[in-house]
């Protein structure tokens, strides 16, 4: 799967401070954690992985799951240094931590920098007090803002997120708040339409009728409004849904997008590497018990076949602006890339799909209708 040395490590923190409405991991809260336990259960996660991973060398680590903001500074400072002394960084390593807009959170980012975090992820998700509250969000806009601004005074780099084509919002409203998000001057924003998923909240509100979100001709001219505004302040898309200043790329989501390496520690974590998919047990109990049992919090790991592997390059490669490789892909997928990728139905998407100089990539017109157009030119493995 790698196409070189670079590893990033994904560290899965499954515990909230209360029950939140937004989070599945509500099983998970927990009042009273015994946290030397917890430190030495994640580091023995990623020495197994180092044992399975030698000579690599670390491009990013991304601190995610429940509220990894509330991870003691000692465990976030514990886990970096583990992955130094296995695998060594790379120049410029990429250090995230994904934070919700609170307080109680915002007044740990200077001891969360000092562990050596230097790139935070907020989950603003909107700048309206009434959509935070439809969204199920705990804190207000004044709180969000705060926290944005000690963020940016802890961290070199920060990044937050919006959802948008909300329910009764148009495109003159959710341009005003785009371009107050914009006046703050991240380097990075993510920015994605709301989807309703089955089985939940959502799903059963608009199944009644009582949600009424846009519907596809407003959500294409809202996210045509937001591609404009994001490209005339330097932030173009370089992802479906993540814009960025050159250079300031998430470097640990482009190795997901990119189809590199990555290995994940603690419950419920993913990796893949070596042409491996691995999945770690998902209750925290029961990732601590095969922690002790066997040295790792593996539940499941599986040789990826080449076709496979071929595909999920490809459906997480066309997200990107830059496209995919289809010489790196066929290699992946160790047949033609005719046989991966439906040509002719390449051919017959020229607004959608371009392919040239061996490269094949969805064209902005396209992204509008991703979802659509990927499972008409991937050939499923």
């Known amino acids: 799967m790698a196409d070189d040395n670079s590893l990033a490590l994904y560290v899965h923190w499954p515990f909230c401070v209360s029950k939140c409405p937004y989070c599945d991991f509500n099983s998970h809260v927990r009042d009273g954690v015994d946290q030397a336990r917890w430190r030495a259960a994640l580091l023995a996660d990623l020495a197994h992985e180092a044992r399975a991973l030698p000579g690599r060398r670390v491009s990013s680590i991304f601190f995610g799951g429940g509220t990894p ?39 740990r980012f200077g001891d969360i920098a000092a562990a050596g975090v230097n790139r935070v992820s907020l989950g603003l998700q909107a700048l309206d007090d009434e959509a935070l509250r439809f969204l199920g969000r705990a804190h207000s806009v004044d709180e969000g803002l705060r926290a944005l601004e000690t963020a ?50 959502f799903a ?67 990796g893949r590497r070596l042409g491996h998919a691995t999945r770690r047990r998902r209750k925290p109990e029961n990732w601590l018990a095969a922690i002790d049992r066997n040295g790792h ?57 371009r392919l040239a100089g061996g490269r094949l990539t969805v064209l902005p017109a396209g992204m509008l209708l991703l979802d659509a157009i990927l499972p008409a030119i991937v050939r499923a493995g």
């Open 69 to 107: 903001s509330l991870m003691p500074p000692e465990t976030v400072a514990a886990v970096i240094g583990a992955a130094r002394a296995a695998w060594g960084f790379a120049d410029g390593v990429e250090i995230t931590l994904e934070a919700n807009p609170s307080s109680v959170e915002a007044a």
């Open 152 to 201: 940016q005074r802890a961290f070199a780099r920060v990044s937050f997120d919006l959802i948008y084509a909300r329910p009764g919002q148009g495109t003159e409203a959710w341009e005003r708040e785009l371009a107050r998000s914009l006046a703050f001057g991240t380097e990075h924003l993510s920015l994605y339409q709301l989807t309703i998923e089955p089985g939940t909240r």
């Open 204 to 270: 059963t509100e608009a199944a009644a009728g009582r949600l009424a979100i846009p519907d596809g001709d407003a959500a294409a001219d809202l996210y045509e409004a937001t591609q404009a505004m994001t490209a005339a302040v330097g932030l173009p898309a370089y992802e479906i849904s993540n814009h960025a200043r050159a250079g300031a790329e998430s470097r640990h989501n482009l190795a997901y997008w990119r189809y590199r390496d990555y290995a994940g520690i603690g419950p419920g974590a993913h």
């Open 297 to 353: 919090g593996i539940e499941a790991e599986e040789a990826l076949p080449p076709a496979t592997q071929a595909e999920e390059a490809l459906l997480m490669g066309l997200r990107l602006a830059e496209g995919v490789d289809l010489a790196r892909i066929a290699r992946l997928g160790r047949r033609p890339a005719g046989e991966l990728v439906d040509l002719d139905a390449v051919a017959r998407l020229p607004e959608m799909v």
